[in-house]
C-alpha cells in the first residue's frame, strides 16, 4: 500500500492557461474523488468515479474542469482556461468499495496558483 | 441536503487539557458521520467514524466522538492534548446513498501550547 499518489505538488500558471493534474489511487481501490479546498475552508466535492465511469459532478464543476478516469486506474484533472478564482489546493482520494462508511484515503494535494 | 458546522475554526488548549472540538449535523435520514485530521502538508487521514452502530466511537491517537441524535451534534474529545495534536481537524457526512461522496465543515485548527 503505497498511499495516493498526486503529481505534481505545486504548479504555477498563468491566467488562461491550461493545467491537469494526476492522481494515482491506491491500487485496486474502485473509487475514486477529487475535492478542492481553499485556505480556511473544507474540501468541497468535485466529481468522483466507479472504475472508468465518471458517476457524478458537482455543480461547482464548471465547464472549464474535465476529470478522466481511463481504464480505472490513474485519473486526470484538467482545467482550461485557468483563472485566478481556481486557486485552491487540488485533492483527490479513494476508496475500495461502494458502501457509505467507507474510509477515503487521500492524497497530499497538488496546489494550484493562478498568476 | 445534508451539512455539517464546526464551531469555532481556532481552539486553543494547553498540552495536558481536555480537547472538544464541536460538529453539529444538518440530515433528513440518518447520517453516517466522519472526523478527518489533516498535518500540514499532508493528506486528509481518518481519525474515527460513525455507522450506525456503537454511538460512542474511538480513533486513534486516543480520540473519541458520540453521535447524539436529539443534539444533532458529534463532538470529537480527547482526555489530554499532545503537542503533536496540532493540525486542522474536519468534521463530514455523508449517506448511505451517496456513493461515499463526503461533505466537509470548514475545520478546526487546534494549537496546544506547552
Known amino acids: 500500500d503505497t498511499g495516493v499518489s498526486q503529481n505534481p505538488r505545486h504548479k504555477i500558471t498563468k491566467r488562461g492557461q491550461n493545467v491537469t493534474f494526476r492522481c494515482d489511487p491506491i491500487s485496486e481501490h474502485n473509487r475514486l474523488y477529487w475535492y478542492r479546498q481553499t485556505l480556511g475552508q473544507g474540501p468541497e466535492f468535485l466529481t468522483y468515479?466507479?472504475?472508468?465511469?465518471?458517476?457524478?459532478k458537482s455543480r461547482l464543476l464548471s465547464d472549464r474542469f474535465s476529470a478522466e478516469r481511463p481504464k480505472g486506474s490513474f485519473s486526470t484533472l484538467e482545467i482550461q482556461r485557468t483563472e485566478q478564482g481556481d486557486s485552491a489546493m487540488y485533492l483527490c482520494?479513494?476508496?475500495?468499495?461502494?458502501?457509505?462508511?467507507?474510509?477515503?484515503?487521500f492524497g497530499s494535494g497538488t496546489q494550484l496558483s493562478v498568476l | 441536503a445534508q451539512s455539517v458546522t464546526q464551531l469555532g475554526s481556532h481552539v486553543s488548549v494547553s498540552e495536558g487539557a481536555l480537547v472538544l472540538l464541536r460538529c453539529n449535523y444538518s440530515s433528513s435520514v440518518p447520517p453516517y458521520l466522519f472526523w478527518y485530521v489533516q498535518y500540514p502538508n499532508q493528506g486528509l487521514q481518518l481519525l474515527l467514524k460513525?455507522?450506525?452502530?456503537?454511538?460512542l466511537v474511538k480513533g486513534i491517537n486516543g480520540f473519541e466522538a458520540e453521535f447524539k441524535k436529539s443534539e444533532t451534534s458529534f463532538h470529537l474529545t480527547k482526555p489530554s492534548a499532545h503537542m503533536s495534536d496540532a493540525a486542522e481537524y474536519f468534521c463530514?457526512?455523508?449517506?448511505?446513498?451517496?456513493?461515499?461522496?463526503?461533505?466537509f465543515g470548514q475545520g478546526t485548527e487546534l494549537s496546544v501550547k506547552p
Open positions: 460513525y455507522t450506525s452502530a456503537a454511538t
Open positions: 463530514a457526512v455523508t449517506l448511505y446513498n451517496q456513493g461515499g461522496k463526503l461533505i
Open positions: 468515479f466507479q472504475n472508468e465511469a465518471q458517476l457524478e
Open positions: 482520494a479513494s476508496s475500495s468499495g461502494a458502501l457509505a462508511g467507507e474510509k477515503l484515503f
